[in-house]
């Protein structure tokens, strides 16, 4: 405990124990420093503190007051994912996290990630001779951290200028730029089923009509897509090719050339999302390589492989689309943070990136194993075995209920992510749910589930 926390500790007891009730005009600094043996800069320092925070008040010339502090109700009740089981209650107990075990977690664990030293880098920032740390930033992004991106689409076979680059507050303000700048309330857009649940919810909010195709584990079930293409006319269709979110399956070069096809005999576009890339072979197969960004927007993100609160994601378009989305961003938000991307950008030119994602690459690599052998321990059938991917979809026994599997776990403090969720139409032939590989062996989960087992043999 600093001096300074010292000091607002002993006002705050002194409050708690009524020394000083509300209205009450407590010691001054003077006072306080020689009761306390503090120095006079101390004791203001915790004032301001404390005042900042609303718990004193400052009045010129007369001192410090225990606010009057009027009855405040209290914030509602979050609703639990066990009460209602839908796409914000599911993404705010991702946000929230008050379950212990989150075998249903989007994103890794927080000790994946490391705790990367952003303050020397945020220093340099500010300090930057040109001061363009403290205004707006361009609303394209840092051009630095551009022309790294442009280089990085480029090892992965996509062809691409800084010019083309536009950097947004993570994938999910990627999606809604193109969503709101393609599409209109009765459009038709075709998406993964399973697939990724903000982005339907976010289609829906838009008012656009949904129609899932199937996911096989070597992409988009074809077939499929042409006839949902020939019946409903879509504008686009958004799809993750690699490690995909929820399955964990990949894209395969000869469907991924007939997802192409069918996109040019049915006339729509194609967002591709790849979050992962980082951890991923540059050299997989992906639509944005196999179109060179003629009808494939790309988006890719650093929040699932280093820090989601730094909101630093990106997209890549044809020259004329990346123009008419960043006017679109600029708007709408002005720019992205040029902090953060400023940041971001010296963590990876420091080469502290890179090494982190050869630890995170092989950490994956074990956990995936780990978790197919705990999972299948269980007698549970996996969709697919994963590579480089946080996830498994696993299918439950014949006839188990997803909802009531949710409202068990959740009553074992178990948090549970139900596989309707991630079918567009919320009609699921088969139960399943969407495991987070490095939660998977949990031995809470794990016994949780043998009991479930157990009871319903």
Not at 82 to 95: M, T
Not at 302 to 311: E, N, Q, V
Request: proline share 6%.
């Amino acid at each position: 405990m600093t001096r300074i926390d010292a000091v607002i500790q002993h006002i705050h007891a002194g409050i708690a124990a009524g020394t000083w009730p509300p209205g009450a005009r407590i010691w001054s600094i003077r006072t306080a420093a020689a009761e306390l043996g503090m120095s006079k800069n101390t004791v203001a320092e915790a004032y301001d503190r404390m005042v900042a925070m609303g718990q004193l008040e400052a009045r010129m010339g007369s001192g410090y007051y225990v606010p009057l502090q009027a009855r405040r109700e209290p914030l509602p009740k979050a609703i639990s994912v066990a009460q209602a089981v839908d796409a914000v209650s599911l993404l705010r107990e991702q946000l929230v996290r008050r379950y212990e075990v989150r075998v249903g977690e989007g994103r890794p664990p927080r000790a994946w990630v490391g705790r990367p030293d952003f303050k020397p880098l945020a220093d340099a920032g500010l300090r930057h001779e040109d001061n363009e740390a403290h205004d707006y930033g361009n609303p394209w992004g840092f051009d630095k951290l551009r022309e790294y991106l442009a280089q990085s689409l480029t090892e992965r076979g996509i062809e691409a200028t800084p010019g083309q680059v536009l950097t947004t507050m993570g994938a999910n303000h990627a999606l809604d730029l193109i969503a709101r700048q393609l599409l209109e309330p009765g459009d038709t857009v075709l998406v993964d089923s399973p697939g990724y649940y903000p982005l339907f919810a976010k289609l829906h909010l838009g008012g656009i009509r949904i129609v899932g195709v199937r996911r096989r584990v070597n992409g988009p079930d074809v077939d499929e897509l042409n006839a949902k293409a020939a019946r409903h006319k879509p504008k686009l269709f958004f799809t993750q090719s690699l490690a995909h979110n929820p399955t964990g399956s990949s894209l395969t070069l000869p469907i991924g050339h007939r997802v192409l096809q069918a996109a040019a005999r049915h006339g729509f576009d194609i967002v591709e999302d790849d979050p992962l890339a980082d951890i991923l072979p540059a050299n997989a197969p992906r639509l944005a390589a196999l179109d060179q960004l003629e009808r494939v927007i790309y988006v890719g993100t650093f929040s699932k492989t280093l820090s989601a609160g730094l909101r630093v994601g990106y997209l890549a378009a044809n020259p004329a689309r990346a123009s008419a989305l960043c006017d679109l961003k600029m708007l709408t938000v002005v720019s992205s943070g040029d902090l953060a991307e400023r940041m971001l950008f010296g963590f990876i030119a420091s080469g502290q990136y890179l090494k982190h994602l050869r630890r995170l690459r092989t950490r994956v690599s074990q956990t995936t194993a780990q978790a197919l052998q705990a999972v299948r321990g269980l007698g549970l059938e996996v969709f697919c075995e994963p590579s480089g991917c946080f996830y498994l979809w696993v299918y439950l026994k014949p006839g188990d209920d997803e909802s009531r599997l949710v409202e068990e776990a959740s009553a074992r403090n178990i948090f549970i992510a139900p596989g309707r969720l991630f079918i567009p139409e919320r009609v699921n032939d088969r139960p399943a749910m969407r495991l987070n590989i490095a939660y998977a062996t949990h031995p809470k989960f794990i016994d949780f589930m043998r009991e479930r087992s157990a009871g319903r043999a």
